[in-house]
């Protein structure tokens, strides 16, 4: 792995305990993780959002544990990258390295789809295509200019998201009082309505939903500053899981009784702001608006310097042009031009994902299929949240792969403790990859493809090793000034 850090550094002081390790993670992944997913969710999966959460939690936890035996064989690592290229083969850990940076673009991206169709409820007199131009400009500046956020200003966000989370709570227990399902089954149905129910629908929705948990990895990145890591790294990443799937399972669990129709939302994209303003009124609508778009600005802004900073790496160690990509400003000392190459990419991808189901519709028409015959409309959001589960699913299944082979094909002792997590991580990741929309598969298939193209052109058929650096909290390829800090994924 690229950009270790050099011996004759001081090491880094272990100071964090377990406590500190969840709250880091819970803070990374976002309290309201699963509320901008709703009504996507709801949509594919015919209502039964609360099953997908939980599929998703299920093979999350399997992988959290693999995640966490990975950090203690390697714990300056800290990705999915150098944990298979280390244990597996260069190759396929650069093929994962491929799908990751797909995972970063794909993040500003959607970050900036759902921004804009949240301001519209706001201001709607603006179109989209405006306020898309308007919050990919803002990513772009506040990078530029390096601003971010500090890890105590994310702490108060995920304080302040929490209250909104209660207030939340509370106005949805007032209105199921008042209002509540019909009979037991009314309770259950968010589980499973015998009605809807399929398990295609419900695998296709757990395949979008799994972005709920995108970023728990990011715990594997503080192994070097942690007391007992090879305790508390596995538990806090497990913990971190559980008690995400936990909360996310409750939050729409609420809005699922709220509002259990899934074909009359507003927008489909924003749908959780409409449910808070069924549970609370107009008050609530906007505060829920308002604190899931301040959330998503801090994700989409560390998301889009992530990006850039990732293809600075690539650039410095000259996988990508390095002319172009790995320098930076002499000024600011930030890489501009890869943060203005990211906000090109999330503008253009903000507006052609916007018009994803008239394309994708064409492309039926084409085939000779009809649009209602494929299910509901895919919206710009969900092809795009699909698409960077494309990249993370990858990696997912990179590191179950790595722990397998670590853990139990060259283990002196093979354990079924040692068996099962990898396996079953490998195997619920793979067939939620499996689940992934055909568009999403099409359009992630090429680009891993043009990445192999990429890596055989550069190494001669991999004869020779390609440098393909990926971010690592431990380090910085970018001044620790202009690092990128808290979370940068999708709330």
């Known amino acids: ?31 309201t993780a699963p509320m901008p997913l709703f009504g996507v969710v709801a949509q594919e999966a015919r209502g039964h959002v609360v099953t997908t959460i939980l599929i998703g939690m299920v093979a999350m936890l399997f992988t959290a544990i693999s995640y ?55 201001v709607p007199i603006l179109p989209y295509a405006v306020w898309a131009v308007f919050f990919v400009a803002l990513f772009t500046a ?41 009979g037991a089954m009314g309770w259950l ?69 709220i509002w259990p129709e899934t074909n009359n939302f507003t927008d489909v994209d924003t749908a959780f702001v409409d449910v808070a303003g069924k549970a609370g009124g107009q008050w609530l609508l906007v ?64 507006i052609f994902l916007n018009y994803a189901d008239a394309f994708i519709a064409e492309g039926l028409k084409w085939l000779g299929r009809s649009v209602s015959a494929s299910g509901p409309p895919i919206t710009g959001y969900q092809l795009g949240a699909e698409l960077l589960n494309f990249g993370a699913s990858i990696a997912f299944m990179g590191v179950n792969a790595s722990a397998f082979v670590r ?8 354990t079924l403790g040692n068996l099962l997590p990898p396996l079953l991580g490998f195997a619920v990741c793979f067939y939620i990859w499996l689940s992934l929309r055909t568009p999403a598969k099409v359009v992630g298939l090429v680009w891993l493809a043009s990445g ?14 390609i440098e393909f650096a990926v971010p690592d909290e431990n380090r910085t390829s970018v001044p620790p000034d202009n690092g990128p800090q808290g979370n940068h994924r999708e709330p």
């Not at 150098?82 to 396929?92: D, I, N, P």
């Open 287 to 350: 505060t829920v608006n308002a604190a899931l778009l301040i959330a998503t600005i801090g994700s989409g802004s560390g998301a889009h310097l992530g990006a850039g900073r990732l293809l600075y790496s690539m650039g410095r160690d000259n996988a990508i042009p390095r002319k172009f990509f790995g320098v930076l400003s002499p000024r600011t000392r930030i890489p501009s031009n890869s943060i203005l190459f990211v906000g090109g990419l999330a503008l253009a991808g903000a």
């Open 142 to 182: 506040m990078n530029l200019r390096g601003i971010q956020a500090s890890a105590r200003t994310n702490a108060v966000i995920a304080a302040g998201l929490g209250v909104v989370i209660v207030l939340f709570f509370g106005a949805a227990a007032r209105r199921l009082w008042l209002h509540p399902p019909a």
């Open 68 to 122: 966490g035996r990975m950090a203690n064989a390697y714990p300056s690592a800290g990705s999915a990258y150098a944990y298979v290229g280390r244990e597996l083969h260069a190759a396929l850990g650069y093929l994962v390295g491929w799908g990751m940076l797909f995972d970063y673009v794909m993040n500003p991206i959607i970050c900036a789809i759902w921004c804009s169709k949240s301001a519209m409820k706001f």
């Open 1 to 31: 792995m690229i950009g270790k850090t050099p011996q004759d550094q001081p090491a880094l002081n272990r100071v964090l305990g377990l406590k500190e390790l969840v709250l880091y993670g819970i803070i990374l992944i976002q309290p």
């Open 189 to 257: 149905r968010p589980f499973y309505d015998p009605q809807t129910f399929s398990w295609a629908h419900v695998s296709t929705g757990a395949s979008i939903a799994m972005l709920t948990y995108i970023g728990f990895d990011g715990i594997s990145t503080l192994s070097e500053e942690v007391r007992n890591p090879r305790r508390n790294i596995l538990l806090a990443t497990v913990l971190t899981c559980l008690v995400t799937g936990v909360l996310a399972s409750l939050e729409v669990y609420s809005a699922q009784l």
């Open 407 to 414: 853990y139990f094909v060259r283990a002196e002792r093979r």
């Open 452 to 465: 192999l193209l990429y890596g055989a052109w550069k190494t001669n058929w991999f004869a020779r090793k």
